[in-house]
């Protein structure tokens, strides 16, 4: 009998799983009692979960058959996701954002393909985004104007975002290696700019940059508000991204330097050619959490009362014959962060496996738990 | 008589309190093998690393293929483009293959076409018997492959002296012959080589002159010889008791 129960073991997986059910779960009257009772409510909360999301959902209809049905109302999202995505952008015109982001996503995609990493992605990249800044705005383009106070929703997050971490990353560089400088005009500089940058929050350079900066510039000069908020955040992220290339820089053996230079390199091609490409392969994780706190970041515009996403998602609220739906918007805008920051790091993980591995230390690492 | 290639006038160094170079006079003669012994902390690794100013001295002269070295970046480079040096923990690239590791060098300090340089690389690299490895990456090599893509580095340069700071210390004891094969070779070839180096079968196979260091001093100078049989000073009898 017993070896028949062996042989099964080998044969049918789920037998294995029934013993070790028998031998963790069931082992005593405690357990036992526990387990059903956990089993109970895990799967009451499933349950209802399942039939708020789609059971009692509405998909379609208006407000009155939302509230009558007692589930998620998916038709306020419907009506409402045009707004939530492009904000106060004008309807008609809407397709302008529509094909940044569609450009964003298809970039993104091709990023993920190790045969077209090279320049001409990092090119496409850079272009898309310059010509995506016209083309919401219009007017070198020969297309009807829209002012940057209507930009919104999504496309004003991606923006933002991608703009900020294409910026923020050589300038972050820029810090840190000034930071290691022997010029101590120049390291003193960097560690100031670090320092106080870090030092402050977000929301008060954002204010400073609404507010402050528009008193200082002379009558009838003005700077575009988005453009003061983008610098802001590029110099807020190009502070944090400074310290984590400088925990990279630190990484390099002297020995790397000494073998650079004893070649005939000069400074800068040592730190070009050698120290620079494996201390930003070092720091890929913290770089990329980085990149993902900024995206998310962004939803701090709000306060100085740029449109992005967080912002439209919450003024579709307040629309007096949709009240009462905010689970469902945020869900939705939840959803949405999810994707692109998810994206982002597994775009991350791709490039980090693409990179060669000394066979010695790396990611195969086990420490036994 | 051959021109000399190294100069040493009256050079000191200290590491805070550490007189580690004590007023080292020394001339290397072109195409000469010059292997430097001594106890740990003796200033011979801080001797041969003041050559290409990886370490800087404090007072004295030194002059390298008839070039004062001095602190100017330009000097130094050129200086160091000329001098090759294969380090105790090989210190290979590991971002970049190991033709890659050969090609950065020529291809950037001398601006040679990429063709040319591919082509000599591999040809460096049959010369130290490696060639079969040249896609790989550092990390996947043994340490005396690494050692020996180090050499092969360095000769990509084509260097007029090459500089060894210990270079088969770190290595597991099977791996160091075939790393001394390959200097044996590069010896017998005539280039100018300062080994530092705890290998006496080396010295007394291909030095033309051993040179014993400590505390800072050169103690000791003679043909190897010379050295093993009839070593002059205390220090070195006690050394050489030490070591064989």
Redesign the interface.
């Known amino acids: 009998m017993s070896e028949l129960i062996l042989r099964l073991h080998e044969k049918l997986p789920q037998w294995k799983s029934v013993t070790w059910a028998k031998k963790n779960l069931f082992n005593s009257i405690f357990n036992t009692i526990l387990t059903i009772s956990i089993g109970l409510l895990v799967l009451n909360i499933l349950s209802s979960v399942v039939s708020w999301f789609f059971l009692d959902a509405t998909f379609q209809g208006d407000a009155k058959l939302c509230r009558e049905s007692g589930g998620a109302c998916w038709a306020f999202i419907f009506e409402k996701s045009r707004y939530i995505i492009f904000g106060h952008y004008p309807t008609a015109l809407v397709w302008r954002p529509a094909l940044f982001i569609f450009g964003v996503i298809s970039l993104f995609g091709a990023s993920f393909k190790r045969e077209f990493w090279g320049k001409r992605l990092f090119w496409s990249w850079i272009l898309w985004l310059t010509f995506s800044i016209l083309l919401l705005d219009g007017r070198l383009l020969g297309l009807t104007h829209v002012e940057t106070t209507k930009w919104g929703g999504l496309p004003l997050t991606l923006l933002i975002s991608f703009i900020g971490i294409g910026c923020s990353y050589p300038f972050g560089i820029i810090l840190a290696v000034a930071r290691q400088s022997n010029l101590i005009v120049l390291k003193t500089l960097s560690v100031l700019f670090i320092e106080l940058i870090r030092g402050v929050p977000l929301i008060s350079i954002l204010f400073m940059a609404s507010v402050l900066f528009p008193i200082f510039l002379p009558d009838g000069f003005t700077i575009d508000k988005l453009f003061r908020a983008q610098v802001a955040i590029i110099l807020f992220s190009g502070a944090y991204m400074a310290e984590v290339i400088r925990g990279g820089l630190q990484a390099i053996?002297r020995?790397?330097v000494?073998?650079?230079?004893?070649?005939?390199?000069?400074?800068s091609?040592t730190l070009r050619?050698?120290v620079l490409?494996?201390a930003l392969?070092i720091v890929i994780p913290p770089t990329v959490s980085t990149f993902i706190g900024m995206f998310k970041d962004t939803s701090l515009l709000v306060i100085i009362a740029l449109f992005d996403l967080m912002f439209t998602t919450k003024s579709s609220l307040s629309d007096s014959e949709w009240l009462g739906f905010a689970r469902e918007a945020y869900i939705f805008t939840a959803m949405i962060y999810f994707v692109c920051c998810f994206s982002m790091s597994r775009l991350s993980k791709k490039i980090e496996e693409s990179?060669?591995?000394?066979?010695?230390k790396g990611k195969g690492v086990s420490y036994g738990f | 008589m051959a021109s000399s290639v190294l100069e040493f006038k009256k050079v000191n160094k200290w590491f805070g309190d550490l007189h580690v170079l004590d007023d080292i006079e020394l001339t290397i003669k072109k195409g000469e093998i010059v292997v430097i012994c001594g106890p740990s902390g003796s200033g011979k690794s801080t001797l041969i690393r003041c050559i290409n100013q990886l370490e800087t001295h404090a007072s004295g002269e030194i002059y390298v293929l008839g070039t004062e070295m001095t602190d100017d970046a330009r000097v130094l480079q050129s200086v160091r483009s000329r001098v090759g040096m294969v380090f105790q923990n090989f210190n290979l690239f590991p971002h970049l293959t190991i033709l890659e590791n050969l090609t950065l060098g020529p291809t950037w300090v001398k601006g040679a076409s990429s063709d040319e340089v591919k082509e000599m690389a591999l040809g460096n690299l049959r010369r130290v018997q490696i060639e079969e490895q040249a896609n790989k990456y550092p990390g996947q090599l043994s340490g005396g492959q690494q050692q020996r893509v180090a050499i092969a580095r360095s000769l990509c340069m084509n260097p007029e002296i090459l500089l060894f700071d210990e270079p088969t210390s770190a290595l597991d004891p099977e791996m160091v012959k075939e790393v001394l094969d390959v200097m044996v070779d590069l010896a017998k070839e005539g280039i100018t080589m300062l080994v530092v180096t705890h290998e006496m079968g080396f010295a007394r196979e291909v030095a033309d002159r051993v040179i014993f260091m400590d505390e800072g001093k050169i103690i000791e100078q003679s043909t190897p010889e010379l050295f093993f049989t009839n070593p002059s000073s205390d220090r070195s009898k006690k050394f050489l008791e030490q070591i064989l």
């Open positions: 053996p020995g790397q000494e073998a650079a230079k004893s070649i005939g390199l000069t400074n091609q050619l050698v490409p494996q392969r990179m060669p591995s000394d066979g010695k």
